[in-house]
Protein backbone atom coordinates (compact mmCIF):
# COMPACT_ATOMS: atom_id res chain seq x y z
CA UNK A 1 0.00 0.00 0.00
CA UNK A 2 1.56 3.25 -1.06
CA UNK A 3 1.00 5.75 1.75
CA UNK A 4 0.17 9.44 1.75
CA UNK A 5 0.25 9.58 -1.85
CA UNK A 6 -2.38 11.21 -3.86
CA UNK A 7 -2.69 9.40 -7.26
CA UNK A 8 -3.13 11.64 -10.67
CA UNK A 9 -3.66 8.81 -12.26
CA UNK A 10 -7.55 9.15 -12.85
CA UNK A 11 -7.40 12.91 -13.70
CA UNK A 12 -4.91 12.14 -16.51
CA UNK A 13 -6.64 9.69 -17.96
CA UNK A 14 -9.71 11.90 -18.39
CA UNK A 15 -8.19 14.42 -20.18
CA UNK A 16 -5.87 12.45 -22.23
CA UNK A 17 -9.36 10.17 -23.32
CA UNK A 18 -10.41 13.54 -24.81
CA UNK A 19 -7.62 13.81 -27.46
CA UNK A 20 -8.69 12.00 -30.59
CA UNK A 21 -5.63 9.82 -31.45
CA UNK A 22 -7.26 7.36 -33.44
CA UNK A 23 -4.65 5.10 -35.90
CA UNK A 24 -5.75 4.47 -39.62
CA UNK A 25 -5.10 0.86 -41.31
CA UNK A 26 -5.45 2.15 -44.03
CA UNK A 27 -2.89 5.20 -44.34
CA UNK A 28 0.78 4.45 -45.78
CA UNK A 29 2.12 7.64 -43.41
CA UNK A 30 3.67 6.80 -40.29
CA UNK A 31 2.64 7.76 -37.72
CA UNK A 32 -0.98 6.63 -39.57
CA UNK A 33 -2.87 10.01 -38.20
CA UNK A 34 -0.81 13.32 -37.50
CA UNK A 35 -3.18 13.72 -34.34
CA UNK A 36 -1.39 10.81 -32.42
CA UNK A 37 1.40 13.38 -32.59
CA UNK A 38 -0.80 15.59 -30.31
CA UNK A 39 -1.12 13.29 -27.15
CA UNK A 40 2.43 12.43 -27.65
CA UNK A 41 3.44 16.80 -27.48
CA UNK A 42 1.24 17.20 -24.57
CA UNK A 43 2.70 13.75 -22.24
CA UNK A 44 6.24 16.29 -23.43
CA UNK A 45 4.69 18.83 -21.60
CA UNK A 46 2.93 16.86 -18.85
CA UNK A 47 6.39 15.39 -18.11
CA UNK A 48 7.99 18.51 -17.90
CA UNK A 49 5.85 20.03 -15.45
CA UNK A 50 6.58 16.63 -13.32
CA UNK A 51 10.32 17.12 -13.58
CA UNK A 52 11.56 14.62 -15.48
CA UNK A 53 14.18 15.82 -17.57
CA UNK A 54 15.71 13.22 -20.02
CA UNK A 55 12.74 13.27 -22.69
CA UNK A 56 12.52 13.94 -26.40
CA UNK A 57 9.62 12.91 -29.02
CA UNK A 58 10.57 12.93 -32.90
CA UNK A 59 8.69 12.93 -36.01
CA UNK A 60 7.03 9.36 -36.14
CA UNK A 61 5.38 10.50 -32.65
CA UNK A 62 7.03 8.59 -30.36
CA UNK A 63 8.33 9.39 -26.75
CA UNK A 64 11.13 8.48 -25.04
CA UNK A 65 11.93 9.65 -21.57
CA UNK A 66 14.27 8.34 -18.84
CA UNK A 67 14.38 9.00 -14.78
CA UNK A 68 17.75 8.51 -13.85
CA UNK A 69 18.90 5.92 -11.73
CA UNK A 70 19.67 7.36 -8.18
CA UNK A 71 21.45 4.03 -6.79
CA UNK A 72 25.47 2.92 -6.32
CA UNK A 73 24.14 -0.33 -8.28
CA UNK A 74 24.57 -1.81 -11.07
CA UNK A 75 20.91 -1.96 -12.30
CA UNK A 76 19.18 -2.87 -15.74
CA UNK A 77 17.20 -0.64 -17.52
CA UNK A 78 13.37 -1.04 -16.83
CA UNK A 79 11.02 0.50 -19.29
CA UNK A 80 7.47 0.96 -19.12
CA UNK A 81 5.64 0.97 -22.35
CA UNK A 82 2.16 2.27 -23.80
CA UNK A 83 0.67 3.09 -26.60
CA UNK A 84 -1.48 6.78 -27.87
CA UNK A 85 -3.44 5.37 -30.27
CA UNK A 86 -7.03 3.93 -30.02
CA UNK A 87 -8.48 1.15 -32.29
CA UNK A 88 -10.08 2.32 -35.93
CA UNK A 89 -12.82 -0.57 -34.72
CA UNK A 90 -15.31 2.46 -33.02
CA UNK A 91 -15.18 6.24 -32.88
CA UNK A 92 -12.16 8.05 -31.29
CA UNK A 93 -13.59 11.60 -31.66
CA UNK A 94 -14.80 14.11 -28.86
CA UNK A 95 -15.08 11.97 -26.19
CA UNK A 96 -16.59 12.24 -23.68
CA UNK A 97 -15.34 10.60 -20.29
CA UNK A 98 -18.08 10.18 -17.05
CA UNK A 99 -17.17 9.52 -13.52
CA UNK A 100 -19.36 7.58 -11.62
CA UNK A 101 -18.32 8.00 -8.19
CA UNK A 102 -19.41 5.45 -5.38
CA UNK A 103 -20.72 3.10 -8.25
CA UNK A 104 -23.75 1.35 -6.62
CA UNK A 105 -24.00 -1.90 -8.49
CA UNK A 106 -26.67 -0.63 -11.32
CA UNK A 107 -26.65 -1.14 -14.92
CA UNK A 108 -25.42 1.92 -16.16
CA UNK A 109 -27.63 4.02 -19.04
CA UNK A 110 -24.69 6.38 -21.36
CA UNK A 111 -26.44 9.64 -21.70
CA UNK A 112 -25.64 10.38 -25.52
CA UNK A 113 -27.39 7.22 -26.60
CA UNK A 114 -29.86 5.47 -24.38
CA UNK A 115 -29.32 2.00 -25.88
CA UNK A 116 -25.95 1.63 -25.21
CA UNK A 117 -26.40 0.22 -21.64
CA UNK A 118 -23.10 -0.95 -19.78
CA UNK A 119 -25.89 -4.34 -17.78
CA UNK A 120 -23.94 -6.15 -15.23
CA UNK A 121 -25.17 -9.47 -15.98
CA UNK A 122 -22.97 -8.53 -19.37
CA UNK A 123 -19.86 -7.40 -17.79
CA UNK A 124 -20.06 -9.04 -13.90
CA UNK A 125 -16.62 -7.87 -13.40
CA UNK A 126 -18.78 -4.42 -12.10
CA UNK A 127 -19.28 -6.29 -9.36
CA UNK A 128 -15.65 -5.62 -8.52
CA UNK A 129 -16.11 -1.94 -8.35
CA UNK A 130 -19.09 -1.35 -6.01
CA UNK A 131 -18.51 1.46 -3.73
CA UNK A 132 -15.51 2.44 -6.22
CA UNK A 133 -15.42 4.93 -8.96
CA UNK A 134 -15.44 3.93 -12.47
CA UNK A 135 -15.19 5.68 -15.78
CA UNK A 136 -17.30 5.67 -19.10
CA UNK A 137 -17.57 6.99 -22.31
CA UNK A 138 -21.10 9.06 -22.79
CA UNK A 139 -22.26 6.12 -25.71
CA UNK A 140 -21.12 7.59 -28.81
CA UNK A 141 -17.68 6.91 -29.01
CA UNK A 142 -14.96 4.51 -27.55
CA UNK A 143 -13.62 5.57 -24.20
CA UNK A 144 -9.97 4.94 -25.26
CA UNK A 145 -8.88 2.88 -22.05
CA UNK A 146 -7.02 1.24 -24.50
CA UNK A 147 -4.28 2.47 -24.07
CA UNK A 148 -4.45 5.59 -22.45
CA UNK A 149 -4.73 4.08 -18.83
CA UNK A 150 -1.34 2.28 -19.84
CA UNK A 151 -0.19 6.20 -20.68
CA UNK A 152 -2.15 7.55 -17.42
CA UNK A 153 -0.24 4.99 -15.18
CA UNK A 154 2.92 5.35 -16.24
CA UNK A 155 2.99 9.02 -15.83
CA UNK A 156 2.06 8.33 -12.28
CA UNK A 157 4.50 6.14 -11.42
CA UNK A 158 6.65 8.65 -13.01
CA UNK A 159 5.25 11.12 -10.71
CA UNK A 160 5.55 9.22 -7.85
CA UNK A 161 9.30 8.64 -8.17
CA UNK A 162 10.17 12.11 -8.82
CA UNK A 163 8.28 13.30 -5.66
CA UNK A 164 10.38 10.76 -3.58
CA UNK A 165 13.66 11.07 -4.73
CA UNK A 166 14.61 9.02 -1.44
CA UNK A 167 13.41 5.54 -3.25
CA UNK A 168 16.42 3.77 -4.86
CA UNK A 169 16.25 2.79 -7.88
CA UNK A 170 18.13 1.81 -11.64
CA UNK A 171 17.50 3.94 -14.72
CA UNK A 172 13.80 4.30 -15.67
CA UNK A 173 12.73 4.55 -19.07
CA UNK A 174 8.94 5.30 -20.42
CA UNK A 175 7.99 4.89 -24.13
CA UNK A 176 5.05 5.83 -25.29
CA UNK A 177 4.31 4.55 -29.13
CA UNK A 178 1.72 5.34 -31.92
CA UNK A 179 -0.08 3.15 -33.79
CA UNK A 180 -0.26 -0.51 -31.88
CA UNK A 181 -3.58 -0.60 -33.27
CA UNK A 182 -2.82 -1.29 -36.55
CA UNK A 183 0.23 -3.45 -35.85
CA UNK A 184 2.80 -0.85 -36.37
CA UNK A 185 3.79 -0.07 -32.92
CA UNK A 186 7.23 -0.28 -32.96
CA UNK A 187 8.20 0.29 -36.83
CA UNK A 188 10.29 2.92 -36.56
CA UNK A 189 11.44 2.52 -32.67
CA UNK A 190 14.67 3.54 -31.80
CA UNK A 191 16.09 0.68 -29.62
CA UNK A 192 19.51 2.50 -29.31
CA UNK A 193 17.96 5.66 -28.22
CA UNK A 194 16.03 3.21 -26.20
CA UNK A 195 18.46 2.14 -24.21
CA UNK A 196 16.65 -0.23 -22.05
CA UNK A 197 17.32 -4.00 -21.18
CA UNK A 198 13.95 -5.34 -20.11
CA UNK A 199 10.60 -4.05 -20.38
CA UNK A 200 6.67 -4.03 -19.82
CA UNK A 201 3.40 -2.90 -21.29
CA UNK A 202 0.79 -1.58 -19.60
CA UNK A 203 -2.07 -2.77 -21.94
CA UNK A 204 -4.01 -5.58 -19.71
CA UNK A 205 -7.03 -5.96 -18.47
CA UNK A 206 -8.77 -7.10 -15.07
CA UNK A 207 -6.86 -6.65 -11.76
CA UNK A 208 -3.72 -9.07 -10.94
CA UNK A 209 -3.43 -10.24 -14.83
CA UNK A 210 -0.19 -10.97 -15.84
CA UNK A 211 0.95 -11.96 -19.78
CA UNK A 212 3.75 -12.97 -20.67
CA UNK A 213 1.97 -14.82 -23.79
CA UNK A 214 0.37 -13.36 -26.54
CA UNK A 215 -1.11 -15.00 -29.96
CA UNK A 216 1.49 -15.70 -33.28
CA UNK A 217 0.24 -13.75 -36.25
CA UNK A 218 0.09 -14.00 -39.93
CA UNK A 219 -1.96 -11.86 -42.54
CA UNK A 220 -3.32 -12.84 -45.37
CA UNK A 221 -4.25 -11.48 -48.80
CA UNK A 222 -6.25 -13.24 -51.13
CA UNK A 223 -6.56 -11.43 -54.35
CA UNK A 224 -9.50 -12.45 -56.79
CA UNK A 225 -9.19 -12.10 -60.72
CA UNK A 226 -12.46 -11.96 -62.10
CA UNK A 227 -13.76 -11.48 -65.69
CA UNK A 228 -15.05 -7.95 -66.72
CA UNK A 229 -17.27 -7.53 -69.24
CA UNK A 230 -20.81 -4.97 -69.83
CA UNK A 231 -23.49 -6.16 -67.92
CA UNK A 232 -25.64 -5.73 -70.82
CA UNK A 233 -23.68 -8.43 -72.83
CA UNK A 234 -22.53 -10.47 -70.00
CA UNK A 235 -23.81 -13.89 -70.49
CA UNK A 236 -21.22 -16.75 -70.38
CA UNK A 237 -18.46 -13.94 -70.56
CA UNK A 238 -18.70 -12.14 -66.90
CA UNK A 239 -16.79 -13.62 -64.04
CA UNK A 240 -17.65 -11.67 -60.57
CA UNK A 241 -14.98 -11.69 -58.63
CA UNK A 242 -17.19 -9.98 -56.16
CA UNK A 243 -19.82 -12.55 -55.95
CA UNK A 244 -16.62 -15.26 -56.04
CA UNK A 245 -15.15 -13.62 -53.10
CA UNK A 246 -18.56 -13.41 -51.28
CA UNK A 247 -19.07 -17.89 -52.02
CA UNK A 248 -15.72 -17.92 -50.06
CA UNK A 249 -17.11 -15.92 -46.93
CA UNK A 250 -19.90 -18.28 -47.16
CA UNK A 251 -18.14 -21.53 -47.14
CA UNK A 252 -16.16 -20.65 -44.01
CA UNK A 253 -16.86 -22.73 -40.66
CA UNK A 254 -19.67 -21.66 -38.86
CA UNK A 255 -18.97 -23.66 -35.24
CA UNK A 256 -15.05 -23.06 -35.21
CA UNK A 257 -12.08 -21.66 -36.79
CA UNK A 258 -13.23 -17.82 -36.58
CA UNK A 259 -13.59 -15.42 -33.07
CA UNK A 260 -16.52 -15.83 -32.30
CA UNK A 261 -16.98 -19.31 -31.96
CA UNK A 262 -13.39 -19.63 -30.11
CA UNK A 263 -11.65 -19.22 -26.56
CA UNK A 264 -9.12 -19.27 -24.15
CA UNK A 265 -5.95 -21.21 -26.50
CA UNK A 266 -7.98 -21.82 -29.55
CA UNK A 267 -6.82 -20.32 -32.73
CA UNK A 268 -9.18 -18.93 -35.50
CA UNK A 269 -9.05 -17.31 -39.14
CA UNK A 270 -10.90 -13.82 -39.21
CA UNK A 271 -12.26 -11.94 -42.45
CA UNK A 272 -11.56 -8.12 -41.57
CA UNK A 273 -11.97 -6.28 -44.89
CA UNK A 274 -13.42 -6.84 -47.96
CA UNK A 275 -13.24 -5.03 -51.17
CA UNK A 276 -13.02 -4.62 -55.11
CA UNK A 277 -15.13 -4.29 -58.11
CA UNK A 278 -16.43 -7.21 -60.63
CA UNK A 279 -12.76 -7.71 -62.11
CA UNK A 280 -11.20 -7.88 -59.05
CA UNK A 281 -11.61 -8.34 -55.45
CA UNK A 282 -9.60 -8.56 -52.13
CA UNK A 283 -9.90 -10.34 -49.06
CA UNK A 284 -7.90 -9.41 -46.35
CA UNK A 285 -7.76 -12.04 -43.11
CA UNK A 286 -5.74 -12.47 -39.81
CA UNK A 287 -4.55 -16.00 -38.58
CA UNK A 288 -3.83 -16.31 -34.88
CA UNK A 289 -2.75 -19.10 -32.99
CA UNK A 290 -0.67 -19.80 -29.98
CA UNK A 291 1.27 -22.77 -31.63
CA UNK A 292 3.37 -20.44 -34.37
CA UNK A 293 3.25 -23.79 -36.19
CA UNK A 294 -0.62 -24.03 -36.47
CA UNK A 295 -0.53 -21.01 -38.22
CA UNK A 296 0.73 -22.84 -41.19
CA UNK A 297 -1.95 -25.80 -41.01
CA UNK A 298 -4.78 -22.80 -40.48
CA UNK A 299 -3.20 -20.91 -43.77
CA UNK A 300 -3.16 -23.98 -45.87
CA UNK A 301 -6.81 -24.77 -45.01
CA UNK A 302 -8.34 -21.33 -46.09
CA UNK A 303 -6.32 -21.70 -49.38
CA UNK A 304 -8.37 -25.22 -49.64
CA UNK A 305 -11.03 -23.20 -49.29
CA UNK A 306 -10.64 -20.72 -51.83
CA UNK A 307 -9.25 -23.56 -54.05
CA UNK A 308 -12.30 -25.16 -53.99
CA UNK A 309 -14.35 -22.32 -54.72
CA UNK A 310 -12.69 -21.04 -57.50
CA UNK A 311 -12.72 -24.69 -59.31
CA UNK A 312 -15.75 -23.84 -60.78
CA UNK A 313 -14.49 -20.37 -62.41
CA UNK A 314 -12.46 -22.24 -64.33
CA UNK A 315 -11.76 -18.21 -66.14
CA UNK A 316 -11.08 -16.57 -62.76
CA UNK A 317 -7.90 -17.15 -60.75
CA UNK A 318 -6.67 -15.90 -58.00
CA UNK A 319 -3.46 -15.05 -55.49
CA UNK A 320 -2.75 -15.99 -52.05
CA UNK A 321 -0.06 -13.71 -49.75
CA UNK A 322 0.75 -14.34 -46.09
CA UNK A 323 2.89 -11.58 -44.33
CA UNK A 324 4.35 -12.14 -41.07
CA UNK A 325 2.87 -10.22 -38.08
CA UNK A 326 4.14 -11.27 -35.00
CA UNK A 327 5.25 -14.38 -32.58
CA UNK A 328 4.53 -15.29 -29.68
CA UNK A 329 6.50 -13.36 -27.19
CA UNK A 330 6.70 -16.39 -24.56
CA UNK A 331 9.36 -18.15 -26.45
CA UNK A 332 11.92 -14.85 -25.88
CA UNK A 333 10.52 -14.14 -22.04
CA UNK A 334 10.76 -17.61 -21.49
CA UNK A 335 14.52 -17.19 -21.53
CA UNK A 336 14.89 -14.60 -19.03
CA UNK A 337 12.13 -16.04 -15.86
CA UNK A 338 13.42 -12.97 -13.40
CA UNK A 339 11.52 -10.92 -15.87
CA UNK A 340 8.19 -12.11 -14.74
CA UNK A 341 9.46 -13.54 -11.47
CA UNK A 342 10.27 -9.56 -10.41
CA UNK A 343 6.86 -8.82 -11.23
CA UNK A 344 4.86 -11.45 -9.90
CA UNK A 345 7.01 -10.23 -6.39
CA UNK A 346 5.72 -6.95 -7.18
CA UNK A 347 1.93 -8.03 -7.19
CA UNK A 348 2.46 -9.83 -4.32
CA UNK A 349 3.99 -7.04 -2.16
CA UNK A 350 0.80 -5.13 -4.08
CA UNK A 351 -1.74 -7.66 -2.08
CA UNK A 352 -2.71 -9.21 -5.23
CA UNK A 353 -3.13 -12.72 -6.40
CA UNK A 354 -1.02 -13.13 -9.47
CA UNK A 355 -3.30 -14.69 -12.58
CA UNK A 356 -1.32 -15.87 -15.42
CA UNK A 357 -3.03 -15.94 -18.86
CA UNK A 358 -2.34 -15.81 -22.45
CA UNK A 359 -3.58 -12.66 -24.29
CA UNK A 360 -6.02 -13.60 -27.19
CA UNK A 361 -4.46 -10.49 -29.23
CA UNK A 362 -0.70 -9.01 -29.44
CA UNK A 363 0.90 -5.89 -28.28
CA UNK A 364 3.94 -3.96 -28.68
CA UNK A 365 5.69 -6.39 -25.91
CA UNK A 366 5.06 -9.42 -28.87
CA UNK A 367 7.55 -7.54 -31.26
CA UNK A 368 9.92 -5.65 -28.62
CA UNK A 369 10.43 -9.16 -27.16
CA UNK A 370 11.22 -10.73 -30.48
CA UNK A 371 13.66 -6.87 -31.25
CA UNK A 372 15.35 -8.18 -28.09
CA UNK A 373 13.49 -6.32 -25.39
CA UNK A 374 11.51 -9.04 -23.08
CA UNK A 375 8.48 -7.59 -22.40
CA UNK A 376 5.63 -8.96 -20.60
CA UNK A 377 2.08 -6.89 -19.83
CA UNK A 378 0.92 -5.95 -16.81
CA UNK A 379 -2.99 -4.89 -16.16
CA UNK A 380 -4.57 -1.58 -16.10
CA UNK A 381 -7.92 -2.72 -15.25
CA UNK A 382 -9.53 -1.66 -18.95
CA UNK A 383 -12.79 -3.45 -20.09
CA UNK A 384 -15.51 -3.74 -23.17
CA UNK A 385 -12.24 -2.26 -24.88
CA UNK A 386 -12.54 -1.00 -29.00
CA UNK A 387 -16.64 -0.27 -27.69
CA UNK A 388 -18.97 2.34 -26.99
CA UNK A 389 -19.54 0.06 -23.58
CA UNK A 390 -15.70 0.36 -22.49
CA UNK A 391 -14.96 0.96 -19.04
CA UNK A 392 -12.52 1.35 -16.24
CA UNK A 393 -12.39 0.64 -12.36
CA UNK A 394 -10.14 3.53 -10.85
CA UNK A 395 -8.91 1.41 -8.24
CA UNK A 396 -7.66 -0.77 -10.27
CA UNK A 397 -5.41 2.05 -12.27
CA UNK A 398 -4.37 2.83 -8.76
CA UNK A 399 -3.24 -0.64 -8.17
CA UNK A 400 -1.14 -0.86 -11.52
CA UNK A 401 0.60 2.33 -10.42
CA UNK A 402 1.28 0.68 -7.11
CA UNK A 403 2.71 -2.48 -9.13
CA UNK A 404 5.18 -0.24 -10.80
CA UNK A 405 6.47 1.41 -8.31
CA UNK A 406 7.23 -1.96 -6.37
CA UNK A 407 8.74 -3.45 -9.49
CA UNK A 408 11.04 -0.84 -9.67
CA UNK A 409 11.96 -1.10 -6.25
CA UNK A 410 12.42 -5.02 -6.94
CA UNK A 411 14.75 -4.86 -9.32
CA UNK A 412 16.65 -2.48 -7.57
CA UNK A 413 16.87 -5.08 -4.41
CA UNK A 414 17.58 -8.07 -6.87
CA UNK A 415 20.33 -6.62 -8.87
Given at each position: MIENYKFTVAERFMRYVQI????????????????????SVLLVDELTAIGVTAFETDEYGYVYATISSNSNKKIPSICFCSHVDTAPDCSGTNVKPLLHKDYKGEDIILPDDVSQVLRVKDYPYLKEHIGSSIITASGNTLLGADDKSGVAIIMDMANYFILHPEIKHGNIKILFTPDEEVGRGTAKLDLKKLGADFAYTLDGGEIGTLEDETFSADGVMIKIHGVSAHPGYAKNKLVNALKIAGEILAELPKNEFSPETTSHREGFVHPLRIEGIAEKATIEFIVRDFITTNLKMHETRLKNIVSNVLSKYPNASFEFEVQEQYRN???????????????????ERAGLTVVKEPIRGGTDGSRLSFMGLPCPNIFTGMQAIHSKLEWIGVKDMEKSVEVLINLVQVWEEKS
Open positions: DTQSDPQSNSFPSTEKQKTLMKEIIDQYPEVVAFAKLAY
